[in-house]
């Protein structure tokens, strides 16, 4: 076996074996053969076997052959190598002694041991690098390193057609018009049979010397790897150096296959991202389809009361909005007013049901300094913080009935008085009114006055309750879901099929607060990637007992869906997993999937109480 020998001025000398195509020489750990002298290079020169000669170049150091400094030439038996200025090795092409071996053999495995913990470190430093593209140009550049290649290509496949997605040299810079060093015959081999392969010498190759592509770029040593996941051909990595032949060995292209899986898994969550991103978009497209500024529903009935709203809102009319607790009437109201000439001035909000009666009137109309016990100061009440915008009263059906002759006063002539002061002020306001009371039941029982009933109820907008909205029960809950989990940076992705038929079925007594009240509580406390109905306080008898017969078409819709979701819940949430287990593409999957957590949350969602 040929050797290099170390003489040290004191002790016996340090023989190394040349057993590669390339052996590298130089003071780091990593290198083949370590001399261990702070003079050098941590990668100071290299010996190359081409099969035939050995050739000694330099790397980050001088070398001088006999006394003679070169950069680059042929060595013979009995050379002398001087590394720097101070370190000598003789070259030999015979195998030393045996007394040597088991040193030669401690060094190999030295030098291997070294390896699995550059691979280690490399593994290390990867996780650091948050761009994909900086993370694919280190791996080729740790692949070339490790391999002893001269440049190395991970080539990505687009639609069936290969395209470079890095291309890199020895010396870590990019190489320019990549496609063409590319060997197409190879790169289509290892494509068509998805298994890696070693090219010792291209141009006398029985497979590959009648290429063309092999011809017109002189390959000698060639190696190439699938990049595969879970079974899907992603690209392949390839590297080669044109200068040696019989450069890589089985061991060579273990390596290789080692870089691979690391590249695959970049490049599998690289494509997971972008397919992410585009559910993403998705999701959003057809939410914005199902939305009217901040409100979210596509019922006939809402889409009447927005329609409505369009109508009414660059008008000055009354309003009243009408509706159970909980259906967003605050909601509809910041929707007017987004959509008036008044929407650049204030909102005002007023919550008639909240303020203790005796300080109502001082609330709505202010008041002057000494006016009551513990007016220390002149304060303007809502009416007039209102002034230029939109003024709305909230449980309006609460108001004391002596209070709201006053309010009746003060929207017919559009003027306040303080509490404590004579001096009449005008006023500029649009005012919106909600309740969710029968007021003509109240009228009738003289719990609110007749004349200021038809003041507010110029427009009647009724909000349906929830339970008659349909499948916008879902649409919400999924929106909800998305706000909330990444809110508190919950990894729930979703709900499970009985949980999307009980919240379908149930009731919603308090409607979207209820209903946006337990999503909260379920994020909270659920440990599953779905949640389920017990997590939402829905029992399964929630669900429809199944005698209703449906058209063939929606059960099969229902039953894909509903056996998708249960796979999902299998794999931990896992799409690509589940795609692969159903042997559909993964597109399929999405269309069926909940609203994903990470996507951006619409604005105004945290006043959908009403």
Not at 426 to 436: E, G, H, K, Q
Not at 466 to 471: H, K
């Amino acid at each position: 076996m040929p050797s290099v020998k170390w003489v040290l001025p004191q002790g016996r000398p340090k023989v190394f074996p040349v057993y590669k195509k390339i052996t590298s020489l130089g003071r780091g750990a990593a290198n083949d053969v370590v001399l261990e002298d702070r003079a050098l290079a941590e990668h100071h020169a290299q010996i190359v076997f081409d099969g035939r000669d050995f050739t000694v170049q330099e790397v980050d150091g001088s070398v001088a052959i006999n006394g003679k400094k070169k950069r680059k030439a042929k060595i013979f038996h009995n050379d002398r190598l001087t590394l720097g200025d101070v370190v000598d090795v003789v070259f030999s092409v015979y195998d030393e002694s045996v007394e040597q071996t088991a040193e030669d053999e401690a060094a190999a495995a030295g030098a291997e041991l070294a390896g699995m913990l550059r691979l280690s470190e490399f593994n290390r430093r990867l996780l650091e690098i948050r761009s994909v593209p900086e993370q694919i140009d280190a791996l080729l550049d740790a692949v070339i390193e490790a391999t002893d290649a001269a440049k190395g290509f991970i080539v990505l496949l687009q639609d069936g057609e290969p395209r470079v997605a890095s291309a890199r040299n020895v010396d870590r810079t990019d190489i320019p018009d990549a496609v063409r060093h590319l060997s197409d015959s190879i790169v289509h081999q290892v494509a068509t049979t998805r298994k890696p392969l070693i090219v010792s010498d291209a141009l006398n190759d029985t497979l590959f010397r009648g290429s063309e592509s092999v011809m017109n770029l002189k390959l000698c040593s060639v190696m190439c790897a699938p990049l595969m996941a879970q079974g899907q051909l992603l690209g392949l990595i390839y590297v080669g150096n044109d200068n040696v032949v019989s450069l890589f060995e089985q061991r060579s292209l273990e390596l290789l296959t080692i870089f691979a899986g690391q590249a695959s898994l970049i490049l599998q969550n690289a494509l997971l991202l972008d397919q992410l991103s585009l559910d993403k978009k998705r999701v959003e497209t057809e939410l914005d389809a199902k939305r009217f500024g901040d409100i979210i529903g596509s019922c006939e009935s809402l889409v009447e009361v927005m329609n409505r709203v369009e109508k009414v809102a660059n008008t000055d009319v009354s309003v009243l909005i009408t509706g159970e607790t909980g259906t967003g009437k605050e909601l509809i109201a910041r929707e007017v007013h987004r959509l008036s000439r008044r929407k650049d001035g204030p909102f005002v909000v007023v919550n008639c049901g909240a303020i203790p009666e005796n300080l109502m009137e001082s609330e709505l109309f202010g008041h002057v300094r000494g006016a009551f016990t513990g007016a220390v100061a002149t304060r303007v009440g809502k009416f007039q913080q209102a002034d230029g915008g939109t003024l709305f009263l909230d449980e309006i059906g609460e108001m004391p009935v002596a209070l709201q002759v006053k309010l009746l006063r003060a929207l017919q002539e559009r003027v306040v008085t303080k509490v404590g002061s004579g001096e009449v002020e005008r006023i500029d306001i649009r005012v919106l009114a909600a309740t969710n009371r029968d007021l003509e039941a109240e009228i009738q029982k003289q719990a609110f006055r007749e004349d200021l009933y038809y003041r507010l109820n110029v427009v009647n907008l009724h909000l349906p309750p929830l339970r008659a909205r349909g499948d916008d029960v879902l649409v919400i809950a999924k929106f909800l879901l998305g706000k909330f989990a990444k809110e508190y940076d919950s990894k729930v992705k979703g709900f499970t099929p009985g949980a999307l038929t009980a919240m379908r079925n149930y009731e919603w007594p308090g409607n979207i607060r209820q209903l946006e009240n337990r999503i909260k509580k379920a994020l909270v406390l659920a440990d599953k990637t779905l949640i389920g109905p017990e997590d939402l306080d829905l029992s399964p008898a929630s669900e429809p007992s199944g005698d209703a017969i449906v058209p063939l078409t929606e059960a099969r819709e229902e039953f894909t869906r509903r056996y998708i979701l249960e796979i999902l819940e299998r794999n931990g949430g896992n799409r690509t997993q589940t795609a692969r287990d159903l042997g559909v593409d993964p597109r399929t999957i999405f269309r069926y999937l909940e609203r994903e957590p990470d996507a951006p949350s619409p604005a105004g969602t945290s006043g959908s109480s009403a």
